[in-house]
């Protein structure tokens, strides 16, 4: 089985490296900066532990790649990206190819479904940065990362159980599970603070805000009738597998919207994240300032290209109370 791992930032770099290291064929996906030093120099990994020259072969374009049986695609672009990722690999791949949607949020998965006859969802738990061209980091010291998998909306099969058994040969946690998506709606109210920790530095009010916006997706996921594991429930899965240690002497900068602030990208994932809330409130009635302000400012700044954490905690609130107010008033 070969893994094309489409999308070889942060976490698909990472996932890469790992199967890399562990024998098993992979062919990256990337583009840009990236993709040129990747192929000029290979990819540079560095763990807690190691820091190597990986040379993995990559790509830029599905088109590029002579696809073959035995093919799986794990899907780690960003979701804003997902769309064009897909229909690119449709076009060179054909429908059938089997893809693992590894990604934070929970609407990928319907969009490849659209697409592709046989899509999974994969949780993912993976403290993964990528800032310089060619280079990706893990500051995971313990096992790299927690990703389970299972048949998309539900169920498992012989294929779930192949790769994750192949990712648990390469230091990963990774079990089928046929109810994956519960996971994956838990992950996805851990990341509404992607958005706070990339546009506002931490301090005393965060955490404030971000009970804001749990309390919203909660009421959101009543409302909507929709199954989701609880924080009890994510606290054991992880256990003490995910221990962090610097790497080379420094310490992770910051999550995946961060670092799309930090390396001016012009987009951040915010509507798939903040936004999916903000997307269940208007269908079921349910207010969500909170999520709606975190998401308009993340857009605003990614679009600007405005420095990370430049917006303080206390503006934050005020638009946050100036929200509800429009709301309630």
């Known amino acids: ?55 993995i072969a990559a790509a830029g374009h599905p ?30 791949a054909g429908d ?9 949020g929970v609407a990928n998965e319907r969009m490849a479904l659209r697409r592709f006859q046989n899509v999974h969802a994969m949780m993912v738990y993976l403290p993964a940065m990528a800032l310089e061209p060619g280079t990706v980091q893990t500051h995971a010291a313990r096992m790299t990362g927690v990703l389970d998998a299972g048949i998309y909306p539900t169920g498992s099969n012989d294929l779930v159980a192949e790769v994750t058994g192949t990712l648990n040969g390469v230091n990963f946690s990774a079990r089928p599970n046929p109810t994956v998506m519960r996971f994956k709606y838990g992950k996805l109210i851990m990341n509404l603070r992607n958005a706070l920790a990339a546009v506002s ?26 199954d989701c594991a609880s924080q009890a429930e994510e606290t054991a899965r992880r256990g003490d597998l995910m221990k962090s240690a610097p790497v080379e002497g420094q310490d992770r900068g ?30 079921h009635g349910i207010p969500t300032p909170a999520n709606w302000v975190l998401q308009r400012q993340a857009n605003a700044l990614a679009a600007s290209k405005g420095a990370a954490q430049s917006i303080s905690l206390a503006a934050l609130r005020d638009r946050i109370d100036q929200a509800s107010n429009i709301r309630t008033g």
């Open 201 to 226: 530095p931490p301090g005393e009010g965060a955490q404030a805000i971000n009970a804001l916006m749990r309390a919203e997706a909660e009421a959101c996921f009543r409302a909507a009738g929709i």
């Open 63 to 92: 088109r590029e790649i002579g696809f073959r049986a035995g093919d799986v695609v794990i899907l780690t672009v960003k979701s804003q990206h997902t769309q064009g990722a897909l229909d690119d690999l449709r076009v060179a």
């Open 1 to 55: 089985m070969r893994y094309i791992i489409y999308g070889a930032g942060g976490i698909g770099g990472v996932i890469g490296a790992q199967l890399f290291q562990g024998g098993v064929e992979v062919l990256l996906v990337a583009r840009g900066g990236h993709l040129q030093a990747i192929q000029d120099r290979g990819l540079r990994y560095q763990t807690p532990h190691q820091t190597v020259t990986l040379p």
């Open 96 to 104: 059938e190819i089997p893809i693992f949607c590894c990604q934070n």
């Open 254 to 283: 910051g999550g995946s919207s961060w670092q799309s602030l930090v390396r001016g990208t012009g987009n951040i994932e915010a509507d798939f994240l903040n936004g999916e809330i903000v997307l269940l409130g208007r269908l």
